[in-house]
């Protein structure tokens, strides 16, 4: 059983910084890409942005030069810190990670969601 657990949403006046965190715990061997992605009402979910087990990085246009995502690999955790965030950064933030278990198999894994508000 593997589980991805998010923290550190909420309510944010526009410009300032929210850091989200995610922690992968269970049955984990290994774990492969981490990366966040959003959803905003009424439209499809977004990648925001993913890191590969080696450190490399890729962000949304939308995201780029205002968002860091980084990870502990010694702790199973991701992290997006966001600056300078926008009334359109305002979404449910979903962490994902593919992961091998100790039986072997990669999936993909998702967390519950954590809700990011950006007022004007």
């Known amino acids: 059983q593997v589980q991805l657990v998010e923290s550190g949403g909420g309510l944010v006046q526009a410009g300032g910084s929210l850091k989200l965190s995610c922690a992968a715990s269970?049955?984990?061997?290994?774990?492969?890409?981490m990366g966040w992605y959003r959803q905003a009402p009424g439209k499809q979910r977004e990648l925001v942005a993913r890191i590969t087990s080696g450190g490399s990085t890729n962000y949304a246009d939308s995201v780029k030069g205002r968002s860091t995502i980084s990870r502990d690999n010694a702790k199973n955790t991701v992290y997006l810190q966001m600056n300078s965030l926008k009334p359109e950064d305002t979404a449910v933030y979903y962490c994902?990670?593919?992961?091998?278990?100790?039986?072997?198999?990669?999936?993909?894994?998702w967390g519950q969601g954590t809700q990011v508000t950006v007022s004007s």
């Open positions: 994902n990670a593919d992961i091998r278990g100790t039986l072997f198999i990669l999936r993909e894994y």
């Open positions: 269970g049955s984990i061997f290994s774990i492969n890409a």
